[in-house]
């Protein structure tokens, strides 16, 4: 069976530049890039460093791409991974011409890494598009470079200016992987075609649970046609495994072109690690679970945990560095707060525990106190909750065989079990007067609109608002899902399978989310996407009076 890398070269066709999986942005980055190109072979680098002609067949390149992502007003992270141990040379401008650049020596990538190597550039131009050009120098001969390797984002304005992002979930999931004969990963590609200011991915980066077949039948008889390698053969127990996992996702060149031209906000939910999972959990005998020699799912989850911060762009976060729970401010008329409804939770269970404990924790006590202080703390117009999990709809789960649940929702009556953690946060924001919330979510595999109302709900200590859910990206459709009373949801509208199950991309049922924020009025319209950019739903929320 072919290697990762031996995939990636013998699928993906090289760019009209000459380097493997390098997406230039505009005709002009591509010349300059060629330019570079030719400099190096000529005898110098970005960085004026000696490159003799000998044994440039030998020179690092970029594996996967190149990323951005956590986009402030005056930061962002770049990350790349090399195929040795190599150095990142950066060069920064505002233009794709690379006037006046500024350059930077940056980390090294080696073996404990995975070769990955991220950097935050600070100090930017708000506002401003960001041109990045990458080189790798091979630490064990430093005479070799890589080609160069471009990308871009644009940083938060300081003024009020618009803002359009997108946000969706689920890449990869449920055996549906690359299928090259379909185009690989198409809703990638619609979203790029949006332009959008950056994009939330809200969990189920990867399927590390989820094994990817050469071949699946469809209902018709056709067959889909998967990419496979050897790193997605089985469910992922060791680091290399899990790793293996983010490679492949980065195989698709929808995904790879996207990467390059929108930085990326990723949290993660649980197939990251393992279905369903939370701390603390040992893994069963039978069904799904027979396929783990690991048993732990905290182990499992440490492993999960290296892996999806050295392959996604987050800005290291909290004392140890690496919270996933985080905010991003993203200029005076917006702040996303991202939060971890996995790490902190107590063991899924019937959820219907009348008042508090360790055992009905979801988000934690230091995460609610951090949102609760960051919420306080914040003078954006607009303040998002990108959640991995949604409010109103019910998540299931099984526990030795017997009904349990995955997020707060239980079913219809009052507060019980982690709604109580829903329900303290609620409260928070009406006692604060703290306005214009607004939950962003997938999970669910199929996209709606909910308005939460509580004149209808069983709770009703809280101010209305809405959640929006929308996904998936690239895996099975399923939904809709049953909805609980306790915060009284409104499904004002939802695009789903009507309860068919596991539905392949190829079925259409692909969903993405788009936000725009007019920079004038600040009303912010979110509309609800398919695969082929189609508006479903579209709503526009009024900004408050000051």
Known sequence: MLSIKEKIMSQQPPSRSGFPLSRPLTRRA????????????????????????????????FTHGVQSGDVTTNSGMIWARADRPARLLVEVATSDSFKNARRLRGPAAIET???????????????????????????????????????????????????????TGDTAGQGWGINLDWGGMRCYETMRENRPDFFIHSGDCIYADGPIEAEVTLPDGSLWKNVVIEEKAKVAETLAEFRGNYKYNLMDENLLRFNAEVPMLAQWDDHEVTNNWYPGEMLG?????????????????????????????????????????????????LDIFFIDLRSY???????????????????????????????????????????????????????????????????????????????????????????????????????AAHYYDPNKAQFQDFNPFWEFVSGPVHAGSFGPGAM??????????????????????????????????????????????????????TVTLEAAAA
Request: aromatic share 8%; proline share 5%; hydrophobic share 40%.
């Open 113 to 167: 890494t995975d070769f990955t190597a991220k950097m935050d550039l600070t100090g930017l131009p708000a506002g401003q598009d960001i041109f990045y050009r990458l080189q790798w120098q091979d630490l064990a001969n430093v005479n070799l470079l890589s080609a160069p390797s471009v990308g871009r984002f644009r940083t938060g304005p300081a003024d009020k200016r618009d803002i359009t992002f997108v946000w």
């Open 345 to 447: 939770r107590g063991p899924n269970s019937t959820n219907n525990q009348a008042g508090r404990s360790a055992a009905t924790d979801f988000l934690g006590a230091d995460q609610i106190r951090w949102l609760k202080r960051e919420l306080l703390a914040s003078e954006a117009t607009w303040k998002v909750i990108a959640s991995d999990m949604p409010i109103g709809i019910q998540v299931t789960d099984k526990i030795d065989g017997q009904p349990a649940f995955e997020n707060g929702a239980n079913g219809d009556g009052p507060v019980l079990g982690r709604e109580h953690d829903i329900a303290d946060l609620l409260s928070f924001v009406k006692r604060n007067d703290i306005k214009q919330i607004v939950f962003l979510t997938a999970d669910v595999h199929y996209t």
């Open 30 to 61: 591509v010349l300059q890039s060629g330019a570079g190109l030719g400099a190096g072979l000529a005898g110098t680098s970005l960085f004026g460093l000696a490159t003799p002609a000998i044994a440039q067949a030998n020179r690092p390149i």
């Open 484 to 537: 609980d009373n306790t915060f009284g949801p409104q499904v004002v509208y939802s695009k789903d399978p009507a309860g068919r199950v596991n539905l392949a991309p190829s079925e259409g049922l692909q969903f993405f989310g788009q936000v725009r924020i007019d920079g004038q009025s600040e009303a912010m319209t979110v509309t609800l996407k398919d695969l082929e950019n189609r508006e479903l739903y």
């Open 285 to 333: 005998t039978d069904g799904p679970d027979a396929r783990y020699t690991v048993k732990s799912a905290s182990l499992l989850a440490s492993r999960a945990h290296r892996a999806f911060h050295e392959y996604m762009p987050l800005r290291p976060q909290g004392g140890d560095g690496e919270h996933i729970y985080r905010r991003i401010a993203y200029g005076p008329l």
